[in-house]
């Protein structure tokens, strides 16, 4: 080197070529002490065999990505990785280190919170079940005293009912209206809420007797609810298809008795079949015989989805009693030309494959 410039520069190429390995050594350092105390000691911590085994093997295991090993072996007896690979390993090895360990640190803590979460759930739905249940009640309780007083005063004199002055309210007048506005005002147009009362409507065996035989006639039980029934329908959009699709999961139950199957299809087949709930309007207000036959609006044409129910009677593999209720609804002199139109050949087909 000749002239000064050649030293000065070859002063700045070699200090230039220094910073870079120190800082490659810098990034290294910790990457080799990362290998020595994370990869080698959770590696070797796992090695409970006699027979030694393979890092690799053990890495897959625990879910480790081997470029971890590799670069471990390159760090320690090759020669040194290069920056961007010593940055790229950094970033991933933090990564999985978070997702490994440190996320899982409150696992415990939040699986009490979960638990503690489910259980105010169900004792929520446990009390909002009981909430129903008085409800329900206290309407079979009006309604069985009004039909003694009824009765009685039937008995004393025929025209005392008509004599009796009308209230200005109609609602104050009718349990059933009263009890729905209740249940209209605890479910709030939540589905949820309505499949709840669903649930104790039908799975407590509120709507049918617990200690019905076989062959027992239902007629009063069908006088007692139906007016409840009709007016949640006519409030509450989905409450008929989710009592429908209850009923029906009921009657493919075995794990209930067969007299209570045998009233849940009996319960279906008056909803769908029976004249008072064939005529009831969709409208509460007015009779629907003031209105044309044209203009007429039926709460089962608005609210049924017969379709929903037929493939919910279908599904998985119809029981005895929803075969008896989409017989009856083929036969139907209403029904029966549609769903035999759009089901007769999946019926005809379950029946020779299923039975």
């Not at 509450?236 to 139950?253: D, G, H, K, M, Y």
């Given at each position: 080197?000749?002239?000064?410039?050649?030293?000065?520069?070859?002063?700045?190429?070699?200090?230039?070529?220094?910073?870079?390995?120190?800082?490659?050594?810098?990034?290294?350092?910790?990457?080799?002490?990362?290998?020595?105390?994370?990869?080698?000691?959770?590696?070797?911590?796992?090695?409970?065999?006699?027979?030694?085994?393979?890092?690799?093997?053990?890495?897959?295991?625990?879910?480790?990505?081997?470029?971890?090993?590799?670069?471990?072996?390159?760090?320690?007896?090759?020669?040194?990785?290069?920056?961007?690979?010593?940055?790229?390993?950094?970033?991933?090895?933090?990564?999985?280190?978070?997702?490994?360990?440190?996320?899982?640190?409150?696992?415990?803590?939040?699986?009490?919170?979960?638990?503690?979460?489910?259980?105010?759930?169900?004792?929520?739905?446990?009390?909002?079940?009981?909430?129903?249940?008085?409800?329900?009640?206290?309407?079979?309780?009006?309604?069985?005293?009004?039909?003694?007083?009824?009765?009685?005063?039937?008995?004393?004199?025929?025209?005392?009912?008509?004599?009796?002055?009308?209230?200005?309210?109609?609602?104050?007048?009718?349990?059933?209206?009263?009890?729905?506005?209740?249940?209209?005002?605890v479910c709030r147009g939540k589905e949820g809420m309505l499949q709840e009362l669903v649930a104790v409507l039908v799975e407590?065996?509120?709507?049918?007797?617990?200690?019905?035989?076989?062959?027992?006639?239902?007629?009063?039980?069908?006088?007692?609810?139906?007016?409840?029934?009709?007016?949640?329908?006519?409030?509450?959009?989905?409450?008929?298809?989710?009592?429908?699709?209850?009923?029906?999961?009921?009657?493919?139950?075995?794990?209930?008795?067969?007299?209570?199957?045998?009233?849940?299809?009996?319960?279906?087949?008056?909803?769908?079949?029976?004249?008072?709930?064939?005529?009831?309007?969709?409208?509460?207000?007015?009779?629907?015989?003031?209105?044309?036959?044209?203009?007429?609006?039926?709460?089962?044409?608005?609210?049924?989805?017969?379709?929903?129910?037929?493939?919910?009677?279908?599904?998985?593999?119809?029981?005895?009693?929803?075969?008896?209720?989409?017989?009856?609804?083929?036969?139907?002199?209403?029904?029966?030309?549609?769903?035999?139109?759009?089901?007769?050949?999946?019926?005809?087909?379950?029946?020779?494959?299923?039975?």
């Amino acid at each position: 080197m000749e002239y000064p410039i050649d030293i000065l520069h070859f002063v700045r190429q070699a200090s230039y070529h220094c910073l870079l390995l120190a800082i490659r050594c810098s990034l290294a350092a910790p990457t080799t002490n990362h290998s020595d105390r994370f990869v080698t000691g959770l590696l070797d911590s796992e090695q409970k065999l006699r027979t030694k085994r393979s890092m690799n093997s053990i890495a897959q295991e625990l879910g480790m990505p081997l470029a971890y090993v590799d670069l471990r072996h390159q760090v320690t007896h090759e020669d040194m990785p290069s920056l961007a690979i010593l940055r790229h390993a950094t970033q991933r090895s933090l990564t999985w280190l978070w997702d490994y360990y440190w996320r899982r640190l409150d696992q415990p803590l939040r699986k009490a919170e979960e638990g503690a979460e489910e259980v105010a759930f169900r004792e929520s739905v446990a009390k909002l079940r009981e909430h129903f249940r008085d409800i329900l009640r206290r309407f079979v309780r009006q309604e069985i005293e009004a039909t003694k007083d009824q009765a009685t005063a039937t008995s004393v004199a025929g025209t005392t009912r008509s004599k009796r002055k009308k209230s200005a309210n109609p609602s104050t007048d009718d349990p059933a209206l009263q009890t729905c506005q209740k249940l209209i005002g605890v479910c709030r147009g939540k589905e949820g809420m309505l499949q709840e009362l669903v649930a104790v409507l039908v799975e407590e065996k509120i709507m049918i007797p617990a200690a019905r035989k076989l062959d027992d006639p239902m007629d009063r039980i069908f006088s007692l609810w139906d007016t409840l029934l009709q007016h949640l329908t006519r409030h509450q959009s989905p409450f008929l298809n989710l009592l429908a699709r209850e009923l029906i999961l009921q009657t493919n139950s075995s794990s209930l008795d067969v007299p209570y199957c045998e009233a849940a299809q009996l319960w279906l087949l008056h909803i769908f079949t029976n004249k008072s709930w064939r005529t009831a309007p969709l409208s509460s207000l007015g009779s629907q015989s003031t209105l044309s036959h044209s203009s007429q609006r039926y709460l089962l044409d608005r609210r049924l989805d017969l379709n929903g129910v037929i493939a919910s009677c279908m599904a998985p593999r119809p029981s005895l009693y929803n075969r008896k209720v989409i017989q009856s609804l083929m036969e139907d002199e209403v029904y029966g030309a549609q769903i035999k139109n759009d089901w007769g050949d999946i019926v005809d087909v379950a029946e020779k494959w299923m039975f």
